[in-house]
């Protein structure tokens, strides 16, 4: 099933309709962190930047990395029919890049499976549309030298309290939290990312441009949330 997937990926029908998408991205990707592009778009060069990225990403490690989601997704579906596992695959990649939110993929999503597997069919598509979003930021973020991204959280009551604590706190790409751990929590999932983990509805948003905090700000580094002062975080940024 992987590689009918991977043959779908390299298609070069895909791989075009794909550059063509990525021209679109600059205006539409991520409906939150769209805003916070398109504010640096106008403001500075990283715009510039970031557009011409996005133009040539689908050729690059971007392109890779979208690709090899889609296998991973592929894998963590295996237990679904072929055809099946395709159409989501195929449905969460065009919807995370015309910028569709997570939760309205996930919902979307759910016409695919059978009404048995309902419960399970929300929480893998949940989990890994948001995974895929994580995957395009990160994947921007590396391309552009953009080395930290905000976690931000829905702000909602079902928020879970580890990550309510990781709410606006600035993280690095290399250098996941363990938001339990921090939280005293006795089960812990390891370290990981903004909507890396089950039914999480967290995202993440690039740190492009320290003009967009108010300092000092939450930081998560050596292994603890600390507020920095502006001078703090450019001497370890
Ligand atoms: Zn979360």
Redesign the pocket.
């Known amino acids: 099933m992987i590689s009918r997937i991977r043959d779908y990926t390299y298609d070069p029908r895909f791989i075009e309709y794909a550059e063509a998408e990525a021209l679109k991205m600059v205006t539409h990707l991520f409906t939150d962190a769209g805003r916070t592009w398109r504010q640096a778009a106008k403001r500075n060069s990283m715009g510039r930047l970031i557009f011409e990225a996005m133009q040539e990403e689908m050729r690059g490690p971007i392109g890779r990395s979208i690709r090899l989601q889609a296998e991973r997704n592929a894998a963590i579906i295996k237990s679904l029919p072929l055809d099946v596992a395709k159409q989501v695959n195929e449905h969460v990649l065009r919807e995370a890049m015309k910028g569709t939110r997570a939760s309205e993929i996930a919902e979307q999503i759910k016409v695919f499976f059978p009404e048995a597997s309902k419960a399970k069919a929300n929480v893998i598509a949940r989990t890994e549309v948001s995974k895929t979003s994580t995957a395009l930021t990160q994947a921007r973020c590396e391309y552009v030298g953009a080395d930290w991204y905000i976690w931000r ?2 702000e909602d009551a079902r ?2 309290d580890s ?1 309510k604590l ?1 709410d606006d706190v600035i993280v690095k790409w290399s250098d996941p939290p363990s ?1 339990e751990k921090l939280d005293g929590a006795k089960r812990a999932f390891g370290h990981y990312h ?2 890396e ?1 089950f039914n ?3 995202y993440t948003e690039p740190v492009l441009d320290l003009d967009q905090f108010t300092w000092p700000a939450k930081v998560y580094y050596g292994g603890r949330i600390q507020r920095m002062t502006r001078k703090q975080f450019q001497k370890i940024a």
């Open positions: 959280t829905s928020v879970r990550h990781m938001p903004a909507g983990i999480c509805r967290c």
